[in-house]
């Protein structure tokens, strides 16, 4: 069925939109403009939040996010941020859509919720508008919004560096993890502005598999959060009584590896009272991508 106001699918499609996990981060320096250069090795959940595109009225060209998520504003959403963004490199009237995302992730937690809506925006208007932008275009577009946009945007595991936005595809082995939310939450720019923060730890060359040497691949901003965040030096005490326990980006969130999902549950079910998470397997190719080769 062709529609009046322009190219794209009139039906609506849902997207994942899923998490990522910091399997380490190093601190390897600092930029003159002050932000901190990276190098992290990135891998994916399939666990996340959803976006839902829903085409808009015939001759309406207007972007909507319903319902607004509470405790964000819509204009600083990345979900708007991201689908006007794109607007706006085209010079033609683009379809109306009706935005909605199923919000699972924690905020503000270390799993990048905000930067994958973000790309899942870009993908998937890219998709519904039939922009024929590639990843490399939408990629650079995103790291306007965030520093780990294009990893979601790229869509695979990636040693990242910079401030995360040099990628290099990497194949970690897809553990399952128990993921924990501490009750606390954390502003990445604190943690970055620290005085103890580590800032100079030796580049690598080559990038780790996660298997590797604990304590010589690790979070860098674990010290700092576990002195300034009691809760989060708990939840780690307790998970890494079961085997490898590490933060993710700046937290709050910390995650425990697993070789099955049984063994991630048995102790996801004795998991102390009021800390709330999920169990989930770490992917190499992000659940959005999967899906967007299905739709087209
Ligand atoms: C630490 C990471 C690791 O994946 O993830 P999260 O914990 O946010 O998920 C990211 O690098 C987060 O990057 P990004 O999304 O750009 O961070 P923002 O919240 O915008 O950063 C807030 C502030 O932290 C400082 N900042 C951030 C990133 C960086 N590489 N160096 C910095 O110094 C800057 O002062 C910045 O203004
Ligand atoms: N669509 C969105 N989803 C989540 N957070 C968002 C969104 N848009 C803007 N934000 C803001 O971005 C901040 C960081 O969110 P998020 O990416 O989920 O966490 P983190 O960067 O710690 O992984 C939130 O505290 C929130 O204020």
Known sequence: MERDNGPGPVNDF???????????????????DG???????????????????????EDNHDIHLEPSIPGVADKENLILRAAR??????????????????KRLPMGGGLGGGSSNAATVLLG????????????QLAELGLQLGADVPVFVRGHAAWGEGVGERLTPANPPENW???????????????FSEQGLTRNTPRIKIAPAFEGDASRYRNDCEDVVRKLYPEVNQGLKWLSQFGPARLTGTGACIFGRFPTESAARIIWESKPSGITGFVAQGVNISPLHTKLTELT
């Open 14 to 32: 849902t997207l994942p939109s899923p998490a990522k996990l910091n399997l380490c981060l190093h601190i390897v320096g600092r930029r003159p």
């Open 35 to 57: 932000y901190h250069e990276l190098q992290t090795l990135f891998q994916f959940l399939d666990y996340g939040d959803d976006i839902t595109f829903r085409p808009a009225e």
């Open 85 to 102: 963004l794109l607007a706006g490199t085209q010079n033609q009237k683009l379809p109306g859509v009706i935005l909605s995302v199923d």
């Open 125 to 136: 208007l890219n998709h519904y508008w039939q922009l024929g932008m590639t990843l490399d």
């Open 177 to 191: 993890f128990l993921v924990l939310k501490p009750a606390c939450d954390i502003n990445t720019g604190k943690i």
